[in-house]
């Protein structure tokens, strides 16, 4: 989900309830929705789960008010569930094509001045990508060899 565009024309998908919650309803979904994919894509949770983070956007807006908030939190529910679809479909075209072959650097972990303790600074997504498409890694040089889809080669890379 973390790689999905942005959805457009929210407007023409607008359920006929979104005039009685009160706020813009497009700009709820698209807030709801952009709070989901930056869950995903901090590895904050599951692809499943980021609903989770998608509905604080709705208790933001709702506040206190209780009317009509129940009908806008299945909306972005079934927004977030399609965009997951979406993902998954996206996914399985990914994994049919060739791997492409991306180096990544490891960061160093640092130690915390006052505890000691080692911070690593991988996200889970990243380390979640490390241990599936590993195909070597050089730890002099702190460098780790993956083979993957083309979709998740632009994420690492930031592109």
């Avoid at 529910?77 to 479909?89: E, G």
Wanted: aromatic share 8%; glycine share 8%; charged share 20%.
């Amino acid at each position: 989900m973390a790689a999905l565009p942005v959805p457009v024309g929210l407007r023409e998908g607008l359920p006929a309830c979104v005039g009685s919650w009160g706020v813009d309803g497009e700009w709820l979904l698209l807030e709801a929705w952009m709070r989901g994919q930056s869950a995903c894509a901090e590895g904050e949770a599951p692809v499943a789960d980021c609903v989770r983070a998608a509905s604080a956007a709705v208790y933001e807006a709702f506040g206190r008010r209780r009317k009509a908030r129940d009908e806008a939190l299945d909306n972005v529910q079934r927004l977030i569930t399609a965009s997951t679809d979406q993902a998954w479909r996206l996914a399985e075209e990914e994994y049919a094509g060739p791997g492409h072959l991306v180096q990544m650097a490891l960061p160093l972990l640092e130690k915390e001045p006052f505890t000691g303790r080692e911070h690593d600074f991988l996200t889970f997504w990243q380390a979640e990508v490390i241990a599936a498409h590993q195909t070597g890694v050089d730890w002099l040089a702190g460098q780790v060899s993956l083979t993957v889809p083309q979709a998740v080669a632009d994420l690492l890379l930031g592109s």
